[in-house]
């Protein structure tokens, strides 16, 4: 249990751009945006990472991720979408309640968008992709623990 900055939100106790809101979850429009119309999905469950959250919260942020997903990409024209969820500062996380970014990406912009000072300094979002190997046997081994637990 926590009580973040989006516990706050979610309260009402703190003004945000919230661009939806059901009975568990609230979508805003992120503040430090990484390119026009980035947006975070938040399950109103006080989460802190997503192993935490119940299957009734889960349920509730992945019934509207594509719904809003798909207003956030007309409304923008963004050519991609990155759906990005940091758990633990390890993973980048720095509010400690579970939420998605919604980061929209535009090939014609090169990420930057034009005119406004928030993106004029390069890519928001860079991803370095650096992928390993995966034997069958170290694939047999790995998936046969994370299964049992399943
Ligand atoms: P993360 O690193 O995954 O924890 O991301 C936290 C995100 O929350 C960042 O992108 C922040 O810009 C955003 N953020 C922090 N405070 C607020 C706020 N009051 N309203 C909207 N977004 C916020």
């Known amino acids: 249990m926590t009580d973040s ?15 939806y809101e ?9 503040i430090g945006p990484l390119s026009e119309g980035h947006a975070l999905v938040i399950p109103k469950e006080p989460a802190v990472t997503i192993d935490e959250l119940s299957d009734e919260h889960a349920a509730a942020v992945g019934r509207v991720l594509p719904r809003i997903t798909r207003a956030i990409k007309k409304v923008t024209g ?16 720095v509010v400690e309640h579970v939420h998605f970014h919604i980061i929209p990406r535009f090939k014609d912009r090169g990420e930057n968008v034009q005119g406004s000072p928030s993106f004029k300094n390069g890519p928001g979002l860079e991803l370095n992709w650096n992928p390993g190997t995966l034997t069958p046997e170290e694939a047999l081994e790995l998936g046969k623990h994370i ?3 399943l």
């Open 147 to 149: 299964k049992r637990l």
């Open 78 to 93: 963004a050519t991609a979408i990155n759906i990005l969820q940091n758990n633990g500062s390890d993973a980048g996380q």
């Open 5 to 19: 900055i989006f516990s706050k939100i979610i309260r009402g106790e703190i003004d945000s751009h919230k661009i």
């Open 22 to 30: 059901d009975d568990f979850v609230i979508a805003i429009l992120d």
